[in-house]
């Protein structure tokens, strides 16, 4: 298919990939050296700069944030596509981001709570529009080629993912973790600066909204917010004056919010008038990929939290002297996407059509569920407070990367395909919001384990994962049949966002 008159082609002008390409890079930067240190700045205690929570807070906040961050990428994609068109939107999330890391460079506890805040509002707004924003460069009959370049794309991003947790993680357990954390907002700042230099290259393509809110609809929806924040805050301030509030209170509300909303909101954009049947019915069926999507971002959210804890205090981390930073484990996943991730593209192209999103599925749950069998082993031998060898953890870690590499682009591959004409934010948003649903899921069931190693913790995420991954290789024909575009609308369905490379 041929880029409508206007649109830059990739093939004609290549400049607008980089600039999208180095956005996200540097957007990852951002999350990976978040994540390489979040959860050790929170247990760590308020002498050495940290938080101090328990073990079990830090899991629930580390899922909470993760939680919060993908949810809001659903009013980020309802901005984009409504309000600021994918441009503007993409460019002030960097901004926020970059914000709310200054804000954690700050050493006080309130800049830390609210710089995670700003950093999941901006990545919310960033997200969802770039991946609609990247849309817009292929043609609806090129979901093989996407999805294989979507797994090269995954290459240069995984650098920016190798090397943050390597830099923030150095400089937070080694320096100040404050500084670690404003590290990551100096990555941000440079990806927005080359973001707003490149803008030029869209041309028109994502200036404006797709399907602009009239000013009856933008009342509305002020007049809710508005009712929404002054719920929430009567209900902190009454919390406040009863003198119980603890930061667990934020943290259960906003887990509640993002195990909620996701529901909710696929429940209204089901029946939306603007969708056609056909749209109806492939959404319909695309729930089922959502809620894989959901338990497989609860098994990854566990490599930044249970995982992490597991490698600072159970594994053996001392090498010729050198005290390997428990950060820099975070680094083992994009490594092994380096590895991994040219082999899976060469599979899938030679594959092409016939190895399906669920038969990804399946592979990807599998994966994951072999390591967690391997991981509650690795437990069992630190049960008695013992060290373990590193390779254990490592190979659960190569499990994660595998399953990411093989699920990660497949899912959203799905997703561009299936997304609405005048909904391609917000389609893309609805992934991310159940990845969200994930991170809520993960921290609820992070919190059992109080941070020590519980072998039947990690056999029953391996329990759950493998149950998936046989259900869904059962259900492969059944759903790819449900989720393929009728012969009429066979080149209009994605064409809004199947025109280029989504980012994972």
């Known amino acids: 298919m041929t880029a409508p008159s206007g649109t830059p082609q990739p093939s004609a002008q290549p400049r607008w990939f980089t600039t999208l390409f180095l956005t996200d890079m540097w957007e990852r930067f951002s999350f990976f050296g ?33 939680g919060l961050l993908f949810a809001l990428s659903m009013p980020g994609g309802w901005l984009g596509d409504r309000v600021l068109g994918e441009q503007r939107a993409t460019l002030y999330g960097g901004v926020v981001i970059a914000l709310g890391h200054y804000m954690m460079l700050l050493p006080t506890r309130p800049t830390a709570y609210l710089g995670l805040v700003l950093i999941a509002v901006g990545t919310g707004l960033l997200k969802p529009n770039m991946l609609a924003l990247l849309g817009r460069f292929y043609g609806p009959d090129e979901s093989s080629k996407r999805e294989a370049a979507l797994v090269i794309f995954y290459i240069g991003i995984q650098i920016s993912a190798l090397l943050a947790p390597l830099v923030t993680g150095f400089l ?23 973001y707003a230099l490149g803008l030029r290259r869209f041309g028109d393509t994502g200036r404006r909204p797709a399907h602009p809110a009239s000013a009856g609809e933008l009342r509305t929806v002020t007049m809710r917010v508005g009712v929404a924040a002054a719920v929430v805050g ?23 919010v993002t195990l909620v909303a996701p529901f909710v909101y696929f429940s209204v954009l089901t029946r939306r008038a603007r969708l056609s049947r056909a749209e109806r ?119 994660l990367a595998c ?52 072998p ?41 966002v199947a025109k280029g490379i989504p980012s994972a």
């Open 403 to 454: 399953g990411e590499v093989v699920l990660g682009p497949a899912a959203l591959s799905s997703a561009v395909d299936l997304a609405p004409t005048a909904f391609a934010g917000r389609t893309m948003a609805l992934y991310w919001m159940f990845a969200a649903v994930g991170g809520g899921l993960g921290s609820l069931l992070g919190r059992l384990i109080s941070g020590e190693p519980r």
């Open 281 to 399: 019915q492939r959404l319909s069926a695309f729930r089922w990929v959502l809620l894989a999507a959901a338990l497989f971002w609860m098994f990854v959210i566990q490599a930044g939290s249970t995982l992490s804890l597991f490698a600072q205090q159970h594994t053996a981390r001392e090498v010729g002297g050198f005290l390997i930073p428990a950060s820099w484990f975070q680094s083992a996943i994009p490594l092994f996407i380096l590895v991994t991730a040219p082999v899976f593209a060469w599979l899938w192209l030679r594959g092409g059509s016939r190895t399906g999103v669920a038969a990804k599925i399946s592979l990807g749950h599998g994966l994951v569920g072999v390591g967690f069998v391997v991981m509650s082993l690795a437990a069992a031998a630190a049960a008695n407070g013992s060290q373990v060898s590193p390779l254990w953890l490592l190979f659960v870690l190569f499990t």
């Open 172 to 194: 937070g357990e080694r320096v100040n973790w404050h500084i670690g954390f404003g590290a990551a907002g100096v990555g941000m700042t440079f990806g927005v600066i080359q």
């Open 456 to 496: 039947v913790y990690y056999l029953g995420l391996a329990v759950l994962a493998l149950a998936t991954a046989v259900g869904f290789a059962f259900a492969r024909r059944r759903l790819s049949a449900a989720m393929a575009p009728s012969a009429a609308e066979h080149g209009t369905a994605a064409a809004p």
């Open 34 to 66: 978040m994540q390489a240190i979040l959860i050790l700045f929170a247990v760590a205690p308020v002498s050495q700069g940290g938080l101090g929570l328990p073990h079990p807070t830090a899991v629930a906040l580390y899922g909470a944030y993760v």
């Open 234 to 256: 009567g209900l902190l301030v009454a919390d406040l004056l009863l003198g119980a509030f603890t930061i667990t209170h934020v943290i259960a509300g906003i887990g509640l």
